[in-house]
Structures are given as C-alpha cells and as structure tokens.
C-alpha cells in the first residue's frame, strides 16, 4: 500500500509541475502586457516601465518561470515586501498576497465540496442500495423515478426556485451566509444548508441509479449465488459481498466527478451570493487579474489531484489487486 500512494504522490506532483507550466506560458507569457494590466487605466508609460522593472519583465521568459516556479516553494519578493511560500504573486486589483486572498476564501468552497458530497453518496448510495434490495417494488420504480427527475436539474434553475420559496416568499430559513465552522458548527450548518443540498441533487439522483445497477449486477455473481445456495442469510450476502463489490465503480465516477464538484461550486456560490473561491476565480477573471486566475487555477489543479489520490487509496482498499497494476 505505501508503494501505491509513492506512485500517486509522484504522479501527482508531476501533474502539478506541468500544470503550472501550462498555466504560467498561457497567461504570462502570452500577448497581453502584464503590466499595464498591472497599473491599471490612466496609467503613464514611465508608471508602466516600472512595474516591468520591478516584477521581472524584462528578464528572459525562462528566467521569469523559474521566479515564479521557485517561489511556490521557497518564497519572493516584490516591491511592497516579501511574499512567503508558497507564493502564488500579488493581486493587481487588491495589492493582497494572492495565496492568503485564496485561503481566505477556501473555507466556504471546502465546505460546500465536502458537504455536498457527503449529501449525495449518503442519500444516493443509500437509496440505490434500498432499490437494489427491494428490486421490483413500489420502492424500487420510486427511487428509479425519483432520480431521472432530479438528474435533469441544474444548480442555476434549482437554486432561483429554492431561495423564492424558503427565503423571500416564506421566510422559512434566512438567506445563505458563511459561519466558521469553528466558531459556530450549528451556524455553519444552518447558512450552508440549502446551496449544500441544491448541489448534491444533481450527483444524488446520478449516484441512486449507479448504486442500484451496480449492486444488481454483483448479486447477479456467481460468488455471491453461491453463498446465497449455501444457506447464508439474506443480508450477511448482500453486505458481507455484494456491497463491497459494488463499491468499486462507485468511487472510481467519484474520483472523475470531483472536478465537475468542484466546478459546480462556481455556480453554486453565484446563485447564493456567496464569497468562495469559485467566485473569487469569477472576479478574478473580470479584472483581468493574471496573478488571481493563475492562483486559483493551481490551488483548484491540487485539491483535485489531492482528492483523487484519496479516492485511488479507497479503491485500492475496496480493491487489493489495484495495488498491483
């Protein structure tokens, strides 16, 4: 086991180092004038010259990637004071660090991520599970219904109809807010609840007829017909070996879905009016703020690699012979 997580730590550091290179080619050494995007409008050209003077534009553009590589892991300085590793460069619209803009913001993207998730593979899988084991019933169809209506909504056309009824025409619960967990965890919940379950609706009903096709097949197996012919109980069959089975292709969609997770939160945190990180790449992108974009665009790339090696090491778990390949 800990050869495969080396193999995947290693990967994944590769994968990030090509990233960044992907991202600094694209952005910095692309057409646009870094600096005057830099100083902004109204700007003289001798205000321009210095900006170029003093972040290095003038080097050769491998001298630039290397400042830029280097300083994610051992720090840089700029003209309004040092900035520590990992350093991600200055904010030209705020003249804030960007990596401490990004964790500012991150708290409240984690926890709609992770909340979401948690959402949708306890209700999901569970549904799928109860539809598998009642297969034929009135349960079943419902489930099975149940989730090709909710798999044709979308975070942007749910949401609108969610803050109409609970929030401005009944008042039911107060508008989405972002509580520290740490602070208050009841809060936290409370404020996050309903872009929490909006996400997850669409991944709920995707995750419902997963778990119910899946678990249908593997009591459908040979191993666990057997054991059913031996006279082993019902449902010591169905956990002891059909459930685990059917988690394998379970958490390998897991592993490819938590981009679009993560990619959601983009519209969830703009139909809720809420300050994470996928609304900070939004605003990023309108002040034509290089330095924000490229920051967010990296931390996004090494979450998702972070919670994709997590979700190699269940499947390795779930599955001893992944470890081999």
């Known amino acids: ?78 003209p309004d004071g040092h900035c520590a590793a990992p350093c991600l460069g200055q904010s030209f619209y705020s003249g804030d660090m960007v990596w401490d803009t990004i964790m500012d913001r991150f708290p409240l993207t984690i926890s709609l991520t992770v909340g979401a998730m948690v959402v949708f593979l306890t209700i999901g899988i569970g549904a799928g599970m109860i539809a598998a084991y009642r297969r034929g019933s009135m349960i079943d169809k419902v489930a099975t219904g149940a989730s090709m209506v909710l798999s044709s909504f979308q975070i942007y056309f749910l949401g609108p109809i969610v803050l109409l009824i609970f929030v401005y025409s009944t008042g039911w619960v107060e508008a989405p807010k972002y509580v ?64 685990r ?25 703009l139909t809720f009016s809420l300050q994470g990180i996928g609304r900070l790449a939004v605003e990023g992108a309108v002040n034509k703020d290089l330095p924000l974009t490229m920051g967010v665009m990296l931390v996004g790339a090494f979450f998702i690699l972070l919670l994709n090696i997590l979700v190699d090491i269940v499947y390795a778990w779930i599955d001893p012979r992944v470890r081999l390949s």
């Open 180 to 243: 520290p967990f740490t602070e208050n965890p009841f809060g936290w919940l409370a404020g996050l609840w309903i872009p929490m379950v909006v996400m997850a609706t669409i991944f709920t009903a995707q995750y419902t007829r997963m778990a119910r096709a899946s678990l249908v097949e593997q009591l459908a197996e040979e191993h666990v017909r057997t054991a059913r012919a031996k006279g082993m109980p019902k449902n010591y069959v169905f956990f002891r070996y059909a459930w």
């Open 1 to 78: 086991m800990l050869q495969f997580i080396i193999r995947r730590l290693a990967g994944a550091v590769v994968t990030l180092f090509l990233i960044g290179a992907v991202t600094f080619f694209l952005f910095v050494a692309g057409p646009s004038d870094y600096a005057s995007l830099a100083c902004g409008k109204d700007c003289s050209p001798e205000r321009v010259d210095a900006i170029r003077q003093a972040l290095g534009l003038n080097e050769p553009v491998t001298q630039q990637f290397w400042e830029f590589m280097s300083g994610i892991v051992l720090g840089r300085d700029f």
């Open 245 to 269: 089975g059917s988690l394998i292709p379970i958490v390998t969609v897991l592993g490819i879905d938590l981009s679009s997770l993560l990619g959601g939160g983009v519209v969830t945190e």
